[in-house]
C-alpha cells in the first residue's frame, strides 16, 4: 500500500498495481513495418494506452521490421561452426551466424552463451530462429530502436509510455 494525499488535504491508501495485458492482433511483421503505429493501433482493442504505461517489445519484431533476418541457405560454416554443431545439435549454418555476431562463447549443455559484439551476454547471440530457413539477428542498436518505437508510440497515442 502506498499513501497518497488528496486535493483536499487528506491521506489516502492505494494500492499498486501491475496488470500485464497481450495486445492481440499483431500481424506477422515484415521488414519496413512500423511498430509503434501497429502498436498503437493494435492497443486499442484494450482500452487503449494510458500515461506511464510500460511496453514490452521483443526484439524479435523489431529485427525483422528492420530487416536483420539471415536466410541460412545462403551461410557456408567453418570447420569450428561444424564442430559447434557438433556440441549443441544446432544446424552448422546457425553456428556460423553465432559465431559471426559474438567476440567469445561458452557452451553449457546444448546452450551456447556468447558474449555478443555489442557487449550483452546473449544465449547464441541473441540469433533466434524465425522459421527453418530464417533467423534474426538483434537490432544494431537496440537502444535507439527502442527509443524510436517508444517515440512513435507517444506521437500517436499522446500519452508518456516506457518501453522495454
Known sequence: MSRAESAD?????????????AIPGI???????DIGKIIFGRSREVGGLLDNDVIAVA??????????IVDTSRVFPSEQANE???????????????LDES???IVRGHTIIAHHKLG?????????????LHV?????????????????????????????
Open 120 to 132: 550483452y551476454i546473449l544465449t547464441s547471440a541473441g540469433v533466434d530462429q524465425v522459421d527453418k
Open 59 to 68: 526484439s524479435k519484431i523489431i529485427s525483422k521490421a528492420e530487416g536483420r
Open 136 to 164: 534474426s539477428l538483434i537490432p544494431q542498436n537496440p537502444d535507439l530502436s527502442a527509443q524510436r518505437v517508444r517515440e512513435r508510440i507517444e506521437e500517436l497515442s499522446k500519452k508518456a509510455v516506457k518501453n522495454v
Open 9 to 21: 488535504g487528506s491521506s489516502e491508501e492505494r494500492a499498486s498495481q501491475f496488470i500485464a495485458i
Open 27 to 33: 500481424p506477422e511483421i515484415k521488414k519496413g513495418y
Open 103 to 105: 567476440n567469445e562463447y
Open 84 to 98: 559447434l554443431s557438433q556440441i549443441t545439435g544446432k544446424p552448422a549454418q546457425v553456428c556460423q551466424i553465432i
